[in-house]
């Protein structure tokens, strides 16, 4: 969940079924070696939480879209100037046509996330290990599910999440992740 300061913002993913969040996912245009952790990473929020359902989807079909980007690309992405620092990056789509990829932008929109796509860095050396890479890539599937870092913002905690920013020893969703989910879904 994203907060304002003093509200939170109740983002979420907009597709539903049978009241769980329900992503069709496609990794076709990951490069290794990212492309080898797809299929654990798709797998990483059901295994953890009744509240999600992903689905395996061709890329023309799919809701959630991982994509490795060129050099180039990326430095749009994220500027020039946080490539040594950004692992991967959310742009996320609502039902009512915002990009959402921050607080302010959560902030504007009806909060029903449609569409995602996942980008991860093609520098292997800012995203330097098996561990971190599946790490980042679960983490940004959890922005796509509507939520926002553990440790920062406003009510900043250090209880053990995968969605604490930076490297942490945090792989996979933990106990406050999921507990995140459930007004969502
Ligand atoms: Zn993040």
Known sequence: MYYDGNTPIVLKWANLSNGKAYMKMNGDKLQSPYSNYYSTVKNAWPNASSR?????????????DFITPT???????VGYWRIGEVSGYCRAQTTDGFIVDNMESAKVSNGKISYASIYVTPHLDVCDTETYRKKTMIHEI????GLGHAN???????VASVMNQGKT????????????????Y
């Open 52 to 64: 999600v359902q992903v689905v395996q989807a061709s890329f023309s079909a799919s809701t959630v």
């Open 71 to 77: 050099s180039d690309a990326w430095s749009d992405l």
């Open 142 to 145: 959890g922005h796509a599910l």
């Open 152 to 158: 920062r913002g406003p009510y900043a905690t250090n």
């Open 169 to 184: 020893s945090y792989y996979t969703p933990q106990a406050h992740d999921v507990n995140d989910l459930i007004p969502k």
